[in-house]
């Protein structure tokens, strides 16, 4: 009993509280709520809604904080509810366990050391054995899809992203969210670790009763909206968070660094660095005015080329370079364009003027970024070789 006394004393230090939502898991909830009663009275239930003996159940713990939802909106619902209701109370974290019996009340204390250990705020997943006996295998199966896409998304490597028992660092969640089903908790990690904090498995016992678990996940309806949500994430993860984080570590480089580490002793081919060139210099010249910066990284990214070379050279369009780059632009569209404006006043080239000769423009924009793209291209593949030659 000491050691419950003490595991309660640190929840409280850390001003930590447990939710547990719950959506007619009648058989378990009672045996879920003293368990974890015996390590902390900071507890936050919220009933999704349940038409079974849920009420009546929750109506004998007036020392725990219950929020009951009139209709059954969701997993997801419950825990934003939860959430919103711990930071309310000025919790800093909350440890989330499912109330359908798979999970021990006694590793909470496993929760409670890892984030000691980390000493910073911290996202962790409690990491069950899908091997075990007892564990069906179409849970097995989406746990792996799942932590795939998590991978892919924020470049972490996880061995369970799916478990429900988690502690969340309620600081530094997001306060808005796109679902309210079973895909909030994968939104809720991926979009946590968007944010640069550490997400990390922490081991935990699990408990498969046929007898008395009650699962409420649809294997069609929830796949295909986690398959819609990872769709959107890996969107926004290719047009906006590697760019963001790829821009915010170029920052710090130098340009001795940038020419030594990204273009001389990068280990890409002269070939590979040579077409990231290349993409820079057409994305800076084509009309992409606004986007060039997140076309060029995203297309690097996709392409597998060098980030580093495509975003430098994508700013082939400073301020200074625009007004000959429009000049030229007009030019050369003005070989390939019927009705066109051969005489450019060079000095007067507005945008009201641009706009008059819109398809000129853009016609010759996109030609005069092919042909520079090549053009430069072809030189610092040359330049790279003769360096390495002169490097051995």
């Known amino acids: 009993m000491n050691s419950e006394v003490a595991i309660s004393q640190r929840m409280s230090q850390i001003k930590a509280c447990v939710i547990i939502p719950t959506y007619n898991n009648h058989k378990t909830l009672q045996r879920v709520v003293d368990g974890v009663l015996m390590y902390t009275s900071h507890v936050?239930?919220?009933?999704?809604?349940s038409t079974d003996s849920t009420k009546e159940i929750l109506d004998s713990y007036p020392q725990i904080t219950i929020i009951h939802i009139s209709k059954?909106?969701?997993?997801g619902n419950a825990l934003r509810e939860g959430f919103k209701k711990a930071k309310q109370l000025l919790y800093e974290y909350a440890i989330t366990?499912?109330?359908?019996?798979?999970?021990?009340?006694?590793?909470?204390?496993?929760?409670?050391?890892?984030?000691?250990?980390?000493?910073?705020?911290?996202?962790?997943?409690?990491?069950?054995?899908?091997?075990?006996?007892?564990?069906?295998?179409?849970?097995?199966?989406?746990?792996?899809?799942?932590?795939?896409?998590?991978?892919?998304?924020?470049?972490?490597q996880l061995e369970d992203t799916q478990s429900g028992y988690r502690l969340y660092p309620l600081q530094f969640i997001p306060n808005r969210y796109f679902t309210k089903k079973f895909e909030f908790e994968i939104e809720v990690i991926v979009r946590t670790a968007w944010k640069n904090i550490e997400v990390k498995n922490v081991p935990i016992k699990i408990l498969y009763d046929p007898n008395e678990r009650v699962?409420?996940?649809?294997?069609f309806t929830d796949f295909t909206r986690i398959s819609i949500l990872n769709t959107i994430l890996v969107v926004i993860t290719l047009l906006y968070i590697k760019p963001r984080n790829f821009l915010l570590s170029f920052k710090k480089k130098s340009f001795k660094a940038?020419?030594?580490?990204?273009?001389?002793?990068?280990?890409?081919?002269?070939?590979?660095?040579?077409?990231?060139?290349?993409?820079?210099?057409?994305?800076?010249?084509?009309?992409?005015?606004?986007?060039?910066?997140?076309?060029?990284?995203?297309?690097?990214?996709?392409?597998?080329?060098?980030?580093?070379?495509?975003?430098?050279?994508?700013?082939?369009?400073?301020?200074?370079?625009?007004?000959?780059?429009?000049?030229?632009?007009?030019?050369?569209?003005?070989?390939?364009?019927?009705?066109?404006?051969?005489?450019?006043?060079?000095?007067?080239?507005?945008?009201?003027?641009?706009?008059?000769?819109?398809?000129?423009?853009v016609v010759g924009s996109f030609v005069l970024a092919i042909i520079t793209a090549i053009i430069f291209g072809i030189a610092s593949y040359l330049l790279l070789s003769f360096f390495k030659k002169t490097s051995k």
């Open 44 to 49: 936050i239930v919220v009933n999704d809604g």
């Open 72 to 75: 059954n909106q969701g997993k």
């Open 258 to 361: 940038f020419v030594r580490e990204d273009i001389l002793a990068n280990s890409d081919s002269n070939l590979k660095k040579s077409f990231s060139i290349a993409l820079g210099v057409f994305v800076g010249i084509a009309p992409f005015w606004g986007f060039q910066t997140v076309i060029a990284i995203s297309l690097a990214i996709f392409l597998r080329w060098n980030k580093a070379l495509a975003f430098a050279f994508s700013n082939i369009s400073i301020p200074p370079m625009i007004p000959f780059i429009i000049l030229g632009s007009l030019k050369v569209g003005s070989c390939f364009v019927s009705e066109k404006i051969s005489i450019i006043p060079e000095n007067k080239i507005t945008f009201a003027f641009v706009q008059n000769h819109l398809v000129q423009y």
């Open 215 to 219: 699962t409420h996940f649809r294997p």
């Open 97 to 156: 366990i499912d109330s359908d019996g798979q999970h021990y009340p006694d590793d909470i204390p496993v929760f409670l050391d890892a984030l000691e250990e980390a000493g910073k705020p911290i996202l962790l997943i409690g990491s069950r054995n899908m091997n075990q006996d007892g564990v069906p295998k179409k849970s097995s199966f989406g746990n792996k899809f799942s932590n795939f896409w998590f991978w892919f998304e924020t470049g972490i």
